[in-house]
């Protein structure tokens, strides 16, 4: 199976802050690569298909990039009702892996 | 609107099975696949598997190949996921999603999701 790699696990930052998160795979998905927040007690939901495309809906300060085994989620001016935790998942291989996480908390 | 409505919360005893079901509605339900995934508490999540709604084919992740049956019934738009051998690590919360296949690639991503159903396996 692929495994999925997110670092860091958790980070704190402040309000406006730039924020990146990685994600790497243990072999080239091409860019097969989606990125979920889940907030508390919530499903995931959507933010980026296919390394970099922005789902409908979700704020232009979230991109992804990266193609290949690096990807990475940045969030461009952090705000409030971002504080959750980010997952990346590759859907490369019909096992679709999730990667372990990233939790971004307040400053 | 889209909506994937999920069963209740589930109180297990080790050994025994659960049946968890996921009502849509507000699409096709034959044109998108179904997917399932767990969260153990204060963990990430784990991916379990798919149904194709249509065929009703399925593929499992290798770790629930022999305990879990995923199944679907078209004329009530519903998913079922079925877990056998409950153990007490299977305490999570299950979600099913819808699987959108944005590029035609052949590689969705998960759109939308049931609001998850918390299983508790307890002596």
């Known amino acids: 199976d692929i495994q999925m790699t997110q670092s860091p696990s958790s980070l704190s930052a402040s309000v406006g802050d730039r924020v990146s998160i990685s994600c790497r795979a243990s072999?080239?998905?091409?860019?097969?690569l989606n990125w979920y927040q889940q907030k508390p007690g919530k499903a995931p939901k959507l933010l980026i298909f296919?390394?970099?495309s922005l789902q409908s809906g979700v704020p232009s300060r979230f991109s992804g990039s990266g193609s290949g085994t690096d990807f990475t989620l940045t969030i461009s001016s952090l705000q409030p009702e971002d504080f959750a935790t980010y997952y990346c998942q590759q859907t490369y291989s019909n096992m679709f892996t999730f990667g372990g996480g990233t939790k971004v908390e307040i400053k | 609107q889209v909506q994937l409505v999920q069963s209740g919360a589930e109180v297990q005893k080790p050994g025994a099975s659960v049946k968890v079901s996921c009502k849509v509605s507000?699409?096709?339900?034959?044109?998108?696949?179904m997917h399932w995934v767990r969260q153990a508490p204060g963990q990430g999540l784990e991916w379990m598997g798919w149904?194709?709604?249509?065929?009703?084919?399925?593929k499992y992740a290798q770790k629930f190949q022999d305990w879990v049956t995923m199944t679907r019934d078209t004329s009530i738009t519903t998913a079922y996921m079925e877990l056998n051998r409950l153990r007490s690590d299977d305490t999570a919360v299950y979600y099913c999603?819808?699987?959108?296949?944005?590029?035609?690639?052949?590689?969705?991503?998960?759109?939308?999701w049931g609001q998850g159903t918390l299983v508790t396996v307890s002596s």
């Open positions: 296919v390394a970099s």
């Open positions: 507000g699409y096709t339900f034959t044109d998108y696949y």
């Open positions: 149904i194709n709604p249509n065929s009703g084919g399925t």
């Open positions: 999603a819808r699987a959108k296949d944005f590029l035609r690639l052949g590689r969705p991503a998960f759109d939308y």
């Open positions: 072999q080239s998905i091409s860019s097969y």
